[in-house]
């Protein structure tokens, strides 16, 4: 069982910047592709960013293109997501989502809350 555990939300002002990472426990994390979605309050989750077991291929959603930059460093079995010029439709709780492209077995994390107001 993989596990993985996002941290880096809070509270920000609309302009600002945050970073979220997501940590997974399988040491062979260079095996998954990965993507970040979110999911405001009453709406459904949507992709946010994806990036390739190698970092080589990276995809973003139109909304967050030009502001959001995924990333990962798979020595440290982490992918990060750089947040930029947040605005409060940026609000949401933002999960990892990770598969393996050994076994297409789907994880996700629990979720980091990202609050942006004034």
């Known amino acids: 069982q993989v596990q993985l555990v996002e941290s880096g939300g809070g509270l920000v002002q609309p302009g600002g910047s945050l970073r979220l990472s997501c940590v997974a426990s399988d040491l062979t994390f260079r095996l998954y592709a990965v993507s970040w979605y979110r999911q405001a309050p009453g709406k459904e989750r949507e992709l946010v960013a994806g990036?390739?077991?190698?970092?080589?291929?990276?995809n973003y959603v139109d909304s967050v293109r030009g502001r959001f930059t995924i990333s990962r460093d798979n020595a440290k079995n982490t992918v990060y997501l750089q947040m930029n010029n947040l605005s409060s439709e940026d609000t949401a709780v933002y999960y990892c989502y990770a598969r393996s492209i050994v076994t297409q077995r789907p994880y996700w994390g629990q979720g980091t809350q990202v609050t942006v107001s004034s």
């Open positions: 990036i390739a077991r190698d970092g080589g291929n990276t």
